[in-house]
């Protein structure tokens, strides 16, 4: 994944903008976490690539928590059979109704990382940028099986 400055006047809407040139995937995650039915394959390396290519544009938290979270075990960090049931469990964490659920076999270095990305308020999300994400991600190595 590389970050680019589009440097085209012509295309005013265009000109100035940074944007995300990434390697053309053969399906979605989504399709992948469907196929896999569990954790995707060399899911940190993918992780650290979507922490590269977001911290130069200053995105932080949910994005990378999510993704990781799904990405090594194959299901949402929070629970629910639907988007609204997700929405509703969010809604409930955030209001300190309900704890984060993340995956038991999980390492103790993607929990952690998982529940900073994942912090119920901005103030304790904003403490890890995404250039830190980014590095604890390296930390962690490119290993197959990273959830385990």
């Given at each position: 994944m590389e970050t680019l400055t589009v440097d085209?006047?012509?295309?005013?809407?265009?000109?100035?903008?940074?944007?995300?040139?990434?390697?053309?995937?053969?399906?979605?995650?989504?399709?992948?976490?469907?196929?896999?039915?569990?954790?995707?394959?060399?899911?940190?390396?993918?992780?650290?690539e979507i922490c590269e290519g977001t911290a130069f544009?200053?995105?932080?938290?949910?994005?990378?928590?999510v993704t990781a979270h799904l990405a090594l075990?194959?299901?949402h960090p929070f629970l629910g059979a639907t988007a609204r049931s997700h929405v509703a469990a969010i809604a409930a964490y955030?209001?300190?109704?309900?704890?984060?659920?993340?995956?038991?076999?999980l390492s103790p270095g993607w929990c952690s990382?998982?529940?900073?990305?994942?912090?119920?308020?901005?103030?304790?999300?904003?403490?890890?940028n995404a250039a830190d994400l980014l590095a604890r991600a390296h930390s962690f190595g490119f290993v197959a099986a990273a959830w385990l």
């Open positions: 085209d006047p012509e295309h005013g809407e265009l000109d100035g903008a940074t944007v995300l040139v990434m390697e053309l995937a053969e399906e979605s995650l989504d399709a992948l976490l469907r196929r896999s039915g569990g954790p995707v394959p060399d899911a940190a390396r993918m992780i650290v544009l200053h995105s932080q938290g949910w994005l990378h928590g075990t194959g299901r955030a209001a300190g109704r309900q704890a984060l659920s993340l995956d038991p076999g990382f998982i529940a900073d990305c994942l912090a119920p308020d901005h103030q304790t999300r904003s403490r890890h």
